[in-house]
């Protein structure tokens, strides 16, 4: 069974303070994909970072980084000096292994307010 | 280029009611995937299509049920419309292959059952 679990329902920051979502996952799988979408009030899902679970090297992407760990199953993504236009519903996804297109397992997301 | 896009943006049916919903993918993407996120919670897998073909299906009733067409634009059909039906329907494109996984999204119809 897959499953995506996001611990945080809701986190409030303030401007310029760093802040880290957690999300923790579950799979039989030894290869899948895990991602960060971003759903702001217009309800678009927009797409972040991507991860392999064949590779565990962690990076960071202007004010975004992650820090991806197998052993735990984790999957931490970070935003740098938070603006207000971070506020967001934020998810973290895993998609199995498959042949074709996607299937996707979400977490129930954390909302981010980012206070002025 | 366009992204994925989806009609209606909004709608309200009557209890028993049907739906439509349909969803053009980004130009070159073959597979397309619904998801229904209600209210405060993350998306849920409905179903994929590859190249006109199911490819998956999410814990869904057969009320819900989705096509997709030569173009590889695809339709979500709903039959026998219950107030849970009342959601966010998200519909999603991508390319296929190694090293393809990322799923765009539509900006979704927001469904609302009376």
């Known amino acids: 069974a897959q499953k995506v679990t996001q611990a945080q329902t809701e986190i409030s920051v303030v401007e310029k303070e760093d802040v880290t979502l957690d999300c923790v996952y579950e799979?039989?799988?030894?290869?899948?994909?895990l991602f960060w979408y971003k759903q702001p009030p217009s309800g678009e899902l927009v797409f972040l970072i991507r991860r392999n679970s064949f590779d565990e090297q962690n990076e960071i992407s202007g004010r975004y980084s992650w820090n991806f760990q197998k052993s735990t199953s984790s999957f931490n993504f970070t935003i740098t000096a938070s603006q207000v236009v971070d506020s967001a519903v934020y998810f973290c996804a895993l998609r199995p292994n498959m042949e074709y297109g996607n299937k996707l397992v979400f977490g129930a997301g954390t909302i981010l307010r980012v206070k002025s | 280029d366009a992204g994925v896009t989806q009609s209606p943006t909004h709608l309200i049916k009557t209890r028993g009611q049907h739906v439509t919903l349909r969803c053009s993918p980004i130009s070159g993407h073959k597979s397309v995937s619904w998801y229904q996120q209600v209210l405060g919670q993350g998306p849920q897998f409905i179903f994929q299509?590859?190249?006109?073909?199911?490819?998956g299906r999410g814990n869904f009733p057969d009320r819900f049920s989705a096509r997709q067409f030569p173009n590889y634009s695809s339709e979500l059909n709903v039959n026998a419309l219950l107030l849970g039906d009342s959601a966010l329907y998200l519909c999603?494109?991508?390319?296929?292959?190694?090293?393809?996984?990322?799923?765009?999204f539509g900006q979704g119809t927001r469904l609302t059952v009376v």
């Open positions: 299509y590859y190249e006109k073909e199911e490819r």
């Open positions: 799979t039989r799988d030894t290869t899948y994909y």
């Open positions: 999603a494109s991508s390319l296929v292959g190694r090293g393809h996984t990322e799923a765009f």
